[in-house]
């Protein structure tokens, strides 16, 4: 098996990849016929022209010549007409000697091919290899009983077919780089619409579910995708709304019998002489009510901060100053307990947010810390900003998170343990609240802790 895994391409490279395929396919194809055409129509031109110089020689061997040297000078007339075409002529007896010859083929002592001699065709065209770099094409042709030969060499017709194919081997790498840049432009551009709406979906959590999924209009599949998202998106609100309103109602019908039962119960101890024993019973049914009520309480809490800030909700907040009145709120409890709570910075940092909601955050976060923090510890509060996010930390030399409750730590009711094994005091949705608040101002919360060695909880903020 191998050690690494290639990671998969994205859907643009993939498209990018098929367009420049496409274009390379296209581009070979589109190479391989213009060469062959133009080699063909190349081969077909040298032929017409030997053919037509052989015939014309052959024509005037037939009508004759008053002697050698009439034959010499015609010869060499036509071999020397077109001098960059290097046409080389001979004239053969009805023996097949040769009368006489111009140009590289009686050199080379190139006859005539013995097939065309014992057949009865006029002229044949075929190639003779002369250790040049390119072949000389010869016409044979009979002219009565004698014979000629015209050959020329093949370069000066070739070249064209040549030139066009190395142009095309040159340009073959260009066009492909291009065509990829191409088409993941192409691919980028299309595909935009997909990265805004993933962007908004991303954006999309429980208390921040009014934000539509965008759409081109164009109303092409990207289209379809993005009304089936804020169709599942109307779907989930609905659902999450319904369940908001169920848990403030059923908070809300629990907190009058609550306090009826809690007067009741104060004023039977007041006014009632009881046994021990009863009055025991009686007072632990009244702490027990007493959480109950802080359980319905944080239950309303929690429905309110899922429902995010509504708007004209936000103002500009120092978070200096609130958290020194955190901090101050909660120091006659960290002295109780024999904790140090402070503030270990001075940075000036601003958020937009609701000052009550951010209050109860970190406040949150601090009673946390005090619940399980042991006697001596210390908790520090710090706030800074980095890279535009206002960084807020609270630290404390508790007994830390096992790490089999780190991941649950934000869940509902999740109680974590105050010291040995007892569960730590409260409801269960102080860290709950905590992380819905920093949600709905755009932020977010997080938690590091080491068992037996203290936790570190941090919230972002956007920062102005």
Same mark, same amino acid.
């Given at each position: 098996? !191998?050690?690494?895994?290639?990671?998969?391409?994205?859907? %643009?490279?993939?498209?990018?990849?098929?367009?420049?395929?496409?274009?390379? @396919? /296209?581009?070979?194809?589109?190479?391989?016929?213009?060469?062959?055409?133009?080699?063909?129509?190349?081969?077909?031109?040298?032929?017409?022209?030997?053919?037509?110089?052989?015939?014309?020689?052959? %024509?005037?061997?037939?009508?004759?010549?008053?002697?050698?040297?009439?034959?010499?000078?015609?010869?060499? !007339? @036509?071999?020397?007409?077109?001098?960059?075409?290097?046409?080389?002529?001979?004239?053969?007896?009805?023996? *097949?000697?040769?009368?006489?010859?111009?140009?590289?083929?009686?050199?080379?002592?190139?006859?005539?091919?013995?097939?065309?001699?014992? !057949?009865?065709?006029?002229?044949?065209?075929?190639?003779?290899?002369?250790?040049?770099?390119?072949?000389?094409?010869?016409?044979?042709?009979?002219?009565?009983?004698?014979?000629?030969?015209?050959?020329?060499? /093949?370069?000066?017709?070739?070249?064209?077919?040549?030139?066009?194919?190395?142009?095309?081997?040159?340009?073959?790498?260009?066009?492909?780089?291009?065509?990829?840049?191409?088409?993941?432009?192409?691919?980028?551009?299309?595909?935009?619409?997909?990265?805004?709406?993933?962007?908004?979906?991303?954006?999309?959590?429980?208390?921040?579910?009014?934000?539509?999924?965008?759409?081109?209009?164009?109303?092409?599949?990207?289209?379809?995708?993005?009304?089936?998202?804020?169709?599942?998106?109307?779907?989930?609100?609905?659902?999450?709304?319904?369940?908001?309103?169920?848990?403030?109602?059923?908070?809300?019908?629990?907190?009058?019998?609550?306090?009826?039962?809690?007067?009741?119960?104060?004023?039977?101890?007041?006014?009632?002489?009881?046994?021990?024993?009863?009055?025991?019973?009686?007072?632990?049914?009244?702490?027990?009510?007493?959480?109950?009520? !802080?359980?319905?309480?944080?239950?309303?809490?929690?429905?309110?901060?899922?429902?995010?800030?509504?708007?004209?909700?936000?103002?500009?907040?120092?978070?200096?100053?609130?958290?020194?009145?955190?901090?101050?709120?909660?120091?006659?409890?960290?002295?109780?307990?024999?904790?140090?709570?402070?503030?270990?910075?001075?940075?000036?940092?601003?958020?937009?947010?609701?000052?009550?909601?951010?209050?109860?955050?970190?406040?949150?976060?601090?009673?946390?810390?005090?619940?399980?923090?042991?006697?001596? %510890?210390?908790?520090?509060?710090?706030?800074?900003?980095?890279?535009?996010?206002?960084?807020?930390?609270?630290?404390?030399?508790?007994?830390?998170?096992?790490?089999?409750?780190?991941?649950?730590?934000?869940?509902?009711?999740?109680? *974590?343990?105050?010291?040995?094994?007892?569960?730590?005091?409260?409801? %269960?949705?102080?860290?709950?609240?905590?992380?819905?608040?920093?949600?709905?101002?755009?932020?977010?919360?997080?938690?590091?802790?080491?068992?037996?060695?203290?936790?570190?909880?941090?919230?972002?903020?956007?920062?102005?």
């Amino acid at each position: 098996m !191998s050690l690494f895994r290639r990671r998969p391409l994205s859907i %643009g490279w993939r498209w990018a990849l098929r367009y420049a395929v496409a274009i390379l @396919v /296209s581009l070979t194809a589109f190479s391989l016929f213009a060469y062959s055409r133009t080699e063909k129509q190349a081969t077909r031109e040298g032929r017409r022209l030997l053919e037509r110089q052989a015939a014309e020689l052959a %024509g005037r061997v037939v009508e004759g010549f008053e002697n050698i040297d009439e034959l010499r000078g015609y010869v060499t !007339s @036509v071999a020397d007409a077109e001098p960059y075409l290097k046409i080389s002529v001979q004239v053969f007896d009805d023996n *097949g000697r040769i009368l006489y010859g111009r140009g590289i083929l009686p050199s080379h002592e190139i006859g005539i091919p013995p097939d065309f001699v014992r !057949s009865s065709r006029d002229s044949h065209f075929y190639e003779a290899d002369l250790n040049k770099r390119f072949p000389y094409w010869v016409v044979v042709a009979r002219a009565g009983e004698m014979f000629v030969q015209v050959g020329a060499y /093949s370069r000066e017709f070739v070249r064209p077919a040549r030139e066009l194919r190395t142009m095309l081997l040159t340009a073959t790498p260009v066009v492909v780089v291009f065509s990829l840049a191409l088409g993941w432009w192409l691919a980028r551009t299309s595909l935009r619409p997909l990265s805004e709406i993933t962007a908004t979906t991303r954006r999309i959590t429980g208390s921040r579910l009014d934000e539509p999924i965008p759409t081109t209009g164009t109303g092409d599949e990207l289209d379809e995708l993005a009304h089936t998202l804020e169709e599942m998106r109307v779907r989930i609100r609905d659902s999450v709304e319904k369940l908001r309103h169920f848990s403030a109602d059923a908070a809300h019908q629990l907190r009058t019998p609550l306090s009826k039962l809690r007067s009741r119960l104060e004023l039977t101890l007041e006014s009632e002489p009881l046994s021990p024993s009863i009055r025991k019973t009686l007072e632990e049914n009244l702490c027990e009510i007493d959480q109950l009520g !802080s359980a319905v309480t944080a239950m309303l809490q929690l429905a309110s901060s899922e429902a995010g800030l509504a708007p004209g909700q936000s103002e500009l907040i120092e978070l200096g100053g609130l958290l020194d009145s955190v901090v101050e709120f909660y120091e006659p409890l960290a002295a109780e307990n024999q904790l140090k709570l402070a503030r270990t910075d001075q940075n000036q940092v601003r958020v937009m947010g609701d000052l009550a909601w951010l209050r109860q955050l970190f406040g949150n976060l601090v009673e946390n810390a005090i619940l399980h923090t042991e006697a001596g %510890g210390r908790i520090e509060v710090e706030a800074e900003e980095r890279d535009g996010e206002a960084r807020v930390e609270v630290r404390d030399t508790g007994t830390g998170i096992d790490p089999g409750s780190l991941e649950r730590i934000f869940d509902r009711f999740h109680r *974590g343990r105050s010291g040995g094994d007892s569960p730590a005091p409260g409801a %269960g949705l102080g860290l709950t609240i905590a992380g819905q608040i920093a949600e709905a101002h755009g932020g977010r919360i997080g938690v590091e802790s080491d068992a037996g060695a203290g936790s570190v909880f941090s919230v972002g903020l956007p920062a102005v």
